[in-house]
């Protein structure tokens, strides 16, 4: 995976691929979710994050990066964290209410483009079990594409060693994607699991051709 597409996959699981795929289902006697503080984002500024993605079939084929949280930027009135790589820039948002959502702008791939794409990528408020769905609109020319995104918590409160590191409070969102081709809804199938512990933010993402994980970090009071 290249590293320019590296926090759009965190947020749509490759939006790229045209990915999504719907997954349901909450135990009627489970607990009431707790609030949410925003601790699974604490994107501060001149906070770091150290990644490197691995190519599945070739462990040699490794890509290592650093995302920088470079301050605030407001968009449509609404105060977004900047996070830059040497290739790409995207923005990141926690609401306070348990929602944290992720803008990417100037997407193209295989000649489809959007200005901006905005998913909510987590819900730290919710139970195991639930989902939720978003939206991606994509044009060739005349030829609009609009991509269903589906978000499954899977786990709450897990434990996880990422490269060497251990983390607990870990969520696991599984993204699954369907698009629409004459009218009719294709899925297809999962696009990425990805993981993200309490006060650190993502620590992993699983794809079917490769994996990133974060090596090291350094988050700024």
């Known amino acids: 995976m290249a590293q320019k597409y590296f926090w759009l996959l965190a947020v749509s699981g490759g939006l790229f691929l045209w990915a999504c795929k719907k997954e349901v289902s ?16 604490p994107y501060t500024a001149g906070s770091t994050y150290d990644f490197v993605n691995t190519n599945s079939s070739n462990p040699l084929d490794s890509n290592f990066f650093t995302v920088t949280v470079t301050g605030d930027s407001t968009i449509n009135g ?22 944290y959502y992720q803008m990417v702008k100037g997407i193209s791939f295989e000649g489809y483009s959007a200005d901006s794409v905005v998913t909510l990528y987590l819900k730290d408020n919710v139970n195991a079990g639930a989902s939720w769905n978003d939206t991606a609109t994509v044009k060739k020319g005349t030829d609009e594409q609009k991509v269903m995104l589906t978000y499954t918590v899977t786990q709450k409160g897990g434990q996880k060693t990422v490269a060497g590191l251990d983390f607990t409070n870990v969520i696991t969102v599984k993204l699954s994607a369907s698009v629409k081709f ?25 794809q079917q051709d490769d994996t990133t994980r974060l090596l090291k970090y350094n988050i700024n009071p």
């Open 26 to 41: 909450r135990e009627s006697a489970a607990p009431p979710p707790v609030a949410s503080t925003c601790s699974y984002a």
């Open 78 to 99: 609404l105060t977004f964290r900047k996070l830059s790589s040497d290739t790409a820039t995207t923005y990141d948002r926690c609401d306070g209410n348990g929602n």
């Open 182 to 206: 004459l009218g009719t809804t294709i899925p297809l199938g999962t696009v990425a699991t990805n993981y993200y512990a309490e006060g650190i933010g993502l620590i992993e993402i699983d």
